[in-house]
């Protein structure tokens, strides 16, 4: 065996054993009074690792996010990953609501919602992919159905909303920014909604976050904050560099909403193998079960139920429990894969 490789699997059990320890109360502080100098090697391997996407909104409304749906489609050959998002809310107020979505890089976004939870929605491309898939996937809990009448999951019924998604930084696939952040608006008064959002990244966020090395890594939204804070911004030297320590200043204090349930998907499309095996690396973070071959094939899913998990307010009710190593198995793949289709 090289140097090199050893050195490289040293890096990854270092980073494996933080992963562990930044999941539980107070464990940056234990990590750092162990009297081992491995800080720098943990930051390199960081670099190499993507975020979920931050939810904020402003502390004064009565708006809960009750379930997020995030899947998780990286493509090694394209150099560009896809991200598609469910959001699941109930706007307890008597106007219209909006909210900030953060996500680390540059970073493009745009509404899927009526080609993906309308009942006669478009039954090619992504959205339908997706919805199909998770539809199945809820057949053993937490049932969906779609419906004239709405989009009903378990016992709650929400109502399709197409939104209107406003760049405030950010929002290019292919910039080399720290962050790209978005007023996501459009949410009724008095009832519950969902919307489906499609995020992309390509070129520098790509090779920033996921790289040309076999192994990355996922994790949730307060490593995903302090990266941005520490690592990110000062290193941008961009002539918009105050504007972004501005809108990182109003996200951070605004208030962070984490849904009761948070579903993370890896995903690939129905021709082909996943090609990506995944290691939860935090407690609370529980793989599903699949039984069905298909979806086992191009499918893993994990959930996080924030109402069982008494745990999480310990760490400022953050993702902060959520880390997912993704090793790539390329052999195992069918190279099938179409180019994107939207619908």
């Known amino acids: 065996m090289s140097d090199e490789w050893l050195a490289g699997e040293r890096r990854t059990i270092l980073f494996e054993c933080y992963c562990r320890w930044a999941a539980l109360p107070l464990a940056g502080a234990r990590f750092q009074q162990v009297g ?12 190499l690792a993507t ?11 009565q708006v809960v996010v009750e379930r997020v749906m995030e899947y998780f489609i990286p493509n090694p050959e394209t150099r560009n990953c896809d991200v598609f998002v469910d959001i699941f809310l109930e706007n307890r107020t008597e106007t219209q609501q909006s909210f900030l979505i953060l996500h680390r890089g540059g970073v493009s976004a745009e509404d899927l919602t009526s080609q993906s939870w309308l009942p006669r929605r478009c039954e090619v491309g992504w959205p339908a992919i ?5 539809v199945k996937l809820h057949e053993s809990t937490d049932h969906i159905e779609i419906s004239d009448q709405g989009v009903r999951v378990a016992d709650r019924n929400y109502q399709p909303q197409p939104c209107h998604v406003n760049p405030l930084v950010g929002g290019n696939a292919y910039a080399s920014v720290p962050f790209s952040m978005w007023m996501i608006d459009g949410f009724q008064p008095m009832r519950r909604s969902v919307c489906r959002l499609h995020l992309k990244f390509s070129g520098p966020s ?3 976050q996921i790289g040309k090395d076999d192994t990355f890594y996922a994790y949730g939204e307060a490593v995903l904050l302090d990266k941005i804070a520490n690592e990110d911004l ?9 504007k972004y320590y501005t809108e990182f200043d109003n996200f951070v204090a605004a208030k962070h ?20 095996e995944t290691t939860p690396l935090s407690p609370m973070l529980y793989e599903q079960p699949i039984l069905e071959l298909p979806l086992a094939r191009n499918t893993q899913w994990f959930i996080i139920d924030h109402k069982l998990t008494n745990g999480w307010s310990l760490i400022g009710k953050r993702y ?13 793949a069918i190279r099938n894969t179409p180019e994107l289709v939207l619908g």
Not at 320 to 332: M, N, T
């Open 320 to 332: 902060g429990g959520f880390l997912l190593k993704l090793h790539a198995v390329r052999s195992r």
């Open 257 to 276: 909403e984490v849904p009761e349930i948070f579903e993370y998907l890896v995903v690939c499309d129905d021709n082909s193998v996943l090609e990506w």
């Open 206 to 208: 790509y090779e920033a």
């Open 130 to 134: 997706l919805t199909s898939r998770v």
């Open 51 to 61: 975020g979920c996407i931050s939810i904020a909104m402003d502390p004064t409304v």
């Open 234 to 242: 000062p290193c941008y030297d961009g002539p918009d560099k105050a």
């Open 36 to 47: 081992f100098r491995v800080e720098e090697e943990i930051r390199n391997l960081m670099s």
